[in-house]
């Protein structure tokens, strides 16, 4: 039961770092085509996802008693988002979807999935094997569904769009929880 509790876990954290790459996508379907944008929505989590976890590898084997310490990156990243969002509170920030090739699509969707990267780098090198299957899983399943969700809003009104933009305040919050979960936990420490 905590191996799934952990997974849900991983899915709603997955689902809170990507509510800005859903509203990204949301906004490139209208012009650069639905399935282009999926598609690479789906190459730049693989790669994010795919990264944290050969990295949680590495360190969770070499240096086993380091591996919690990692959970300094998602409370200082959540620190930094929530210092931001002060510096920049009622300053609207207008995008442009331009018809662009689908590299510069994935490079942008890697450029604003640091927040993922932050939360499941930590969370896949302080976690046992059972639990790091259960978050990998946790997080397909949110990006797959985030995927769906952009493709079936291809004509997503504003005020929809604005209740997105809404729900991603959350997510420095969701970080930090993150971070001092990886420091303070023991159930799913390696050791």
Known sequence: MDVVGFGLSALIAHVLTNIDNLVI??????????WRVVSCYLIAQLIVLGVAFRLAEGLGAQLPHF??????IPVVIGIL??????????????????????????????SVSLDT????????????????????????????????????LERVTRGAMNR????????????????????LNTGTDIS
């Open 164 to 183: 997105l933009v809404k729900l991603e305040r959350l997510t420095p919050y969701l970080m930090i929880a993150v971070g001092f979960y990886v420091l």
């Open 81 to 110: 988002e929530l210092r931001r969002r002060i510096k920049l509170r009622g300053v609207e920030e207008q995008a442009a979807a331009a018809q662009v090739g689908g590299i510069a699509i994935v490079a942008l969707f890697l």
């Open 67 to 72: 591996t919690g310490y990692l959970g300094f």
């Open 25 to 34: 996508m949301s906004g490139l379907i209208l012009t650069s085509g639905k």
């Open 117 to 152: 990267f932050a939360v499941f780098a930590p969370v896949f090198a302080d976690s046992a094997a059972e639990f790091r299957a259960a978050a990998a899983l946790g997080a397909t399943v949110s990006a797959l569904g985030l995927a769906a969700v952009a493709a079936i």
